[in-house]
């Protein structure tokens, strides 16, 4: 009898249907949630700068502490062409101040900062000064310093310092090279200017940074006595040729626009076109333009300059710095620059001198 029931059990279950089972998903995986980023402290200007300055002053005196506190793991110098990473520059701090090398210090002139919520960039012309030791003598030289600094997570460190040759002789050797090249620039003189001096008779004539003679030649040969200067040793030599190809004298002097003596009732006619914007410099022109003289200028807008940082005149700027003059053009018009060759917002302005 229990054999009977053990078949009929066999039979019942290898005839029946097994329930069918319902699939269970898999329990979803979540991924940790990331540590909390710590949020950079902000910085504003002045405190980039003093962070800055204070960066390059232990640089100068081989405070090598100072220096490692603020080193980022990317820390590299470029300089004059070569990159130095952190430990060539701890180790070259560190040899200094154990001979007690002289100490350079540093006169700031320009800077500028430009602020991310994760970089700050620093950039400051400074005049380096080291003193006389032992048979060398002093020695003062310009640069640009570069600085950008990045959060770490936990500060804001130094990943980038760059210096470069400022001052004159960087933009001595700018121009050469651009007047070597021969390219981004009109190669004939300036319309307005050719405006301005028709019908007009022929006087003395300066041409201020007159680069390669473009404008200077085109007025002596329409008979006026020209002076053009220019900081470019290669603008001038090409200036001279020039004058020379053409058989029209030039006086070509090698001169910085900044602390030339323009002199005094010296000029019947002045240009300033594409020579920058300085309002002190333009001071110290109006003296020496004669009675009856004339003033010329083609600039950049402002508009046009702003993320360039090379300047640029406003709407009425110059018509105010001369004012009681005969002002015969103030105008702004969208045209294409002698410089750079496209079209911009461009000044073109003349005053007479009562």
Same mark, same amino acid.
């Given at each position: 009898?229990?054999?009977?029931?053990?078949?009929?059990?066999?039979?019942?279950?290898?005839?029946?249907?097994?329930?069918?089972?319902?699939?269970?998903?898999?329990?979803?995986?979540?991924?940790?949630?990331?540590?909390?980023?710590?949020?950079?402290?902000?910085?504003?200007?002045?405190?980039?700068?003093?962070?800055?300055?204070?960066?390059?002053?232990?640089?100068?005196?081989?405070?090598?502490?100072?220096?490692?506190?603020?080193?980022?793991?990317?820390?590299?110098?470029?300089?004059?062409?070569?990159?130095?990473?952190?430990?060539?520059?701890?180790?070259?701090?560190?040899?200094?101040?154990?001979?007690?090398?002289?100490?350079?210090?540093?006169?700031?002139?320009? =800077?500028?900062?430009?602020?991310?919520?994760?970089?700050?960039?620093?950039?400051?012309?400074?005049?380096?000064?080291?003193?006389?030791?032992?048979?060398?003598?002093?020695?003062?030289?310009?640069?640009?310093?570069?600085?950008?600094?990045?959060?770490?997570?936990?500060?804001?460190?130094?990943?980038?310092?760059?210096?470069?040759?400022?001052?004159?002789?960087?933009?001595?050797?700018?121009?050469?090279?651009?007047?070597?090249?021969?390219?981004?620039?009109?190669?004939?003189?300036?319309?307005?200017?050719?405006?301005?001096?028709?019908?007009?008779?022929?006087?003395?004539?300066?041409?201020?940074?007159?680069?390669?003679?473009?404008?200077?030649?085109?007025?002596?040969?329409?008979?006026?006595?020209?002076?053009?200067?220019?900081?470019?040793?290669?603008?001038?030599?090409?200036?001279?040729?020039?004058? +020379?190809?053409?058989?029209?004298?030039?006086?070509?002097?090698?001169?910085?626009?900044?602390?030339?003596?323009?002199?005094?009732?010296?000029?019947?006619?002045?240009?300033?076109?594409?020579?920058?914007?300085?309002?002190?410099?333009?001071?110290?022109?109006?003296?020496?333009?004669?009675?009856?003289?004339?003033?010329?200028? =083609?600039?950049?807008?402002?508009?046009?300059?702003?993320?360039?940082?090379?300047?640029?005149? +406003?709407?009425?700027?110059?018509?105010?710095?001369?004012?009681?003059?005969?002002?015969?053009?103030? =105008?702004?018009?969208?045209?294409?620059?002698?410089?750079?060759?496209?079209?911009?917002?461009?000044?073109?302005?003349?005053?007479?001198?009562?």
């Amino acid at each position: 009898m229990r054999s009977l029931c053990l078949v009929l059990l066999l039979i019942a279950c290898g005839g029946s249907k097994p329930a069918p089972v319902t699939p269970v998903a898999p329990m979803p995986v979540v991924a940790p949630a990331p540590p909390p980023r710590l949020q950079p402290a902000t910085l504003d200007e002045a405190t980039v700068k003093e962070r800055s300055r204070a960066f390059y002053e232990a640089m100068d005196t081989d405070n090598v502490p100072a220096v490692q506190a603020v080193m980022g793991p990317s820390f590299v110098v470029f300089d004059q062409a070569r990159s130095y990473n952190a430990e060539h520059v701890v180790s070259r701090m560190t040899a200094r101040a154990d001979r007690q090398a002289p100490k350079r210090t540093r006169t700031w002139k320009e =800077e500028r900062v430009y602020l991310g919520p994760n970089t700050a960039v620093f950039i400051g012309n400074a005049v380096e000064a080291m003193p006389a030791v032992a048979d060398q003598k002093a020695a003062e030289w310009e640069g640009w310093n570069t600085v950008v600094w990045t959060h770490d997570g936990g500060d804001w460190k130094v990943a980038h310092a760059q210096w470069q040759v400022g001052g004159l002789e960087a933009e001595r050797s700018m121009w050469n090279e651009a007047y070597r090249k021969a390219i981004g620039f009109k190669q004939t003189a300036n319309q307005h200017l050719i405006d301005t001096v028709k019908g007009r008779k022929p006087g003395t004539a300066l041409d201020i940074a007159m680069g390669q003679g473009r404008n200077a030649v085109f007025l002596a040969t329409k008979g006026w006595k020209v002076t053009g200067i220019d900081i470019s040793d290669e603008g001038i030599r090409v200036a001279k040729e020039a004058a +020379a190809k053409a058989r029209v004298k030039l006086t070509a002097v090698q001169a910085d626009n900044e602390t030339y003596d323009f002199g005094k009732d010296k000029w019947d006619l002045v240009t300033l076109i594409y020579a920058g914007n300085n309002p002190s410099m333009i001071e110290k022109i109006k003296p020496s333009i004669k009675k009856g003289g004339v003033f010329v200028v =083609e600039y950049f807008h402002k508009d046009a300059t702003g993320s360039v940082g090379i300047g640029g005149f +406003a709407d009425g700027e110059l018509a105010m710095q001369f004012a009681g003059w005969k002002v015969q053009k103030d =105008e702004v018009v969208e045209d294409i620059a002698d410089w750079g060759l496209r079209k911009l917002k461009l000044v073109r302005f003349t005053a007479q001198k009562p």
